[in-house]
T-cell receptor, first 112, second 116 residues
Framework: DAKTTQPTSMDCAEGRAANLPCNHS???????VYWYRQIHSQGPQYIIH???NNETNEMASLIITEDRKSSTLILPHATLRDTAVYYC?????????????FGTGTRLQVTL | DTEVTQTPKHLVMGMTNKKSLKCEQH?????MYWYKQKAKKPPELMFV???????INESVPSRFSPECPNSSLLNLHLHALQPEDSALYLC???????????????FGSGTQLSVL
């Protein structure tokens, strides 16, 4: 699976949009971009995933660049409860794809 | 029911003890996973079960022994652990193995294990 690079930490004011970047320059054509988050003392929680097109659900939006080498997770109106570690994961659908391998993630701190 | 339930939430054990961690899901998922997470580190995959059979063992020491007695239940048996095995142990499930594009993992809240 392609390796991802994320900033170690980010801050965001409550009510503002949180934009979390992820670089995955070695992504291949059949690999998907997944985002999970982990709130302190809880298990990771699935947020969203995509292949080429931008995706939106009730939690967030995922913007993938046309060359697919990077993506951005957008939390449109961050709240204090969004404070968590956000993991960007690239995963294929063959071979070892049954593994979900976490990188170091971005620690998002939402403040008043 | 969309939950993965792990018990106990906290466990303290000595290096000579034998204990077990339990994980249960009633979503009809056929793939189940054990992850280990050290403090301030990402989760690391340990084992994957598919249809009650061990599919992946990430070279985990034999003092960790997984068991999947049925499709809803996953155990992790612990014996002769070391203090460095202290960590959060997370269980997860998915409808089937993560080969298809839409599959995602559902995680429990974990068992915080301390080995003295």
């Amino acid at each position: 699976d392609a390796k991802t690079t994320q900033p170690t930490s980010m801050d965001c004011a409550e009510g503002r949009a949180a934009n979390l970047p992820c670089n995955h320059s070695t992504i291949s054509g059949n690999e998907y971009v997944y985002w999970y988050r982990q709130i302190h003392s809880q298990g990771p929680q699935y947020i969203i995933h995509g292949l080429k097109n931008n995706e939106t659900n009730e939690m967030a939006s995922l913007i993938i660049t046309e060359d697919r080498k990077s993506s951005t997770l957008i939390l449109p109106h961050a709240t204090l409860r969004d404070t968590a570690v956000y993991y960007c994961i690239v995963r294929g659908n063959t071979g070892t794809a049954s593994k979900l391998t976490f990188g170091t993630g971005t620690r998002l701190q939402v403040t008043l | 029911d969309t939950e993965v339930t792990q018990t106990p939430k906290h466990l303290v054990m000595g290096m000579t003890n034998k204990k077990s961690l339990k994980c249960e899901q009633h979503m009809g998922h056929r793939a189940m996973y054990w992850y280990k997470q050290k403090a301030k580190k990402p989760p690391e995959l340990m084992f994957v079960y598919s249809y009650e059979k061990l599919s992946i063992n990430e070279s985990v020491p034999s003092r960790f022994s997984p068991e999947c007695p049925n499709s809803s239940l996953l155990n992790l048996h612990l014996h002769a652990l070391q203090p460095e095995d202290s960590a959060l142990y997370l269980c997860a499930s998915s409808p089937k193995l993560l080969r298809d594009s839409g599959e995602k993992l559902f995680f429990g809240s974990g068992t915080q294990l301390s080995v003295l």
